[in-house]
T-cell receptor, first 114, second 113 residues
């Protein structure tokens, strides 16, 4: 398997624009996670899905953030409208066993909002 | 929720020396403690983990120790090599909430050849 695949790897956008980040988890993994990484706050869990169903979205910063998982092989994280403070690296991860099993991370999407 | 603190934030060692990174956690019910290694431009990768029914686990040059009474756990890397240079994250599960993983803030390890 190619591992968790994220796109785009880098995104530079202007404040107010919509941003969509994409993730393809490892086939057969039932859990999918979205994390945000910043220097100030480290790795923060935004939301996770189990069998395509959102289980815990308490980490989603505000209504400007939304995530979907329409099928077992695809998920999106959308920010609308984007703000400079959203600049961060966003990681998608998947896990086969549980939400505390081994997490397999993608290489991340570095977002810069000007 | 769980609060995981990690020290030091940066660590430099000479090649061949040992490196120790320490973490404390707040939830006494936590029972799963993984360590992840993040290389530049990559996502974190699990290198070792320990569950609360054991006090120590070793995998070649890497070992993790757990003290549940004191609520702290440590990563030990022996005979460090330049390729060990990376950012290391500890984590603990949160038994009081949705049983998610909470990560420490990371330790940037530099191994000087």
């Amino acid at each position: 398997d190619a591992g968790v695949i994220q796109s785009p790897r880098h995104e530079v956008t202007e404040m107010g624009q919509e941003v969509t980040l994409r993730c393809k988890p490892i086939s057969g993994h039932d859990y999918l996670f979205w994390y945000r990484q910043t220097m100030m706050r480290g790795l923060e869990l935004l939301i996770y899905f189990n069998n395509n169903v959102p289980i815990d979205d308490s980490g989603m910063p505000e209504d400007r953030f939304s995530a979907k998982m329409p099928n077992a092989s695809f998920s999106t994280l959308k920010i609308q409208p984007s703000e400079p403070r959203d600049s961060a690296v966003y990681f998608c991860a998947s896990s086969e066993i549980s939400n505390t099993g081994e997490l397999f991370f993608g290489e991340g999407s570095r977002l810069t909002v000007l | 929720g769980e609060n995981v603190e990690q020290h030091p934030s940066t660590l430099s060692v000479q090649e061949g020396d040992s490196a120790v990174i320490k973490c404390t956690y707040s939830d006494s019910a936590s029972n799963y403690f993984p360590w992840y290694k993040q290389e530049l431009g990559k996502g974190p990768q699990l290198i070792i983990d320990i569950r609360s029914n054991v006090g120590e686990k070793k995998d070649q040059r890497i070992a993790v120790t757990l003290n549940k009474t004191a609520k702290h756990f440590s990563l030990h890397i022996t005979e460090t090599q330049p390729e060990d240079s990376a950012v290391y994250f500890c984590a603990a599960d949160d038994q009081t909430g949705a049983n998610n993983l909470f990560f420490g803030t990371g330790t940037r390890l530099t191994v000087i050849p």
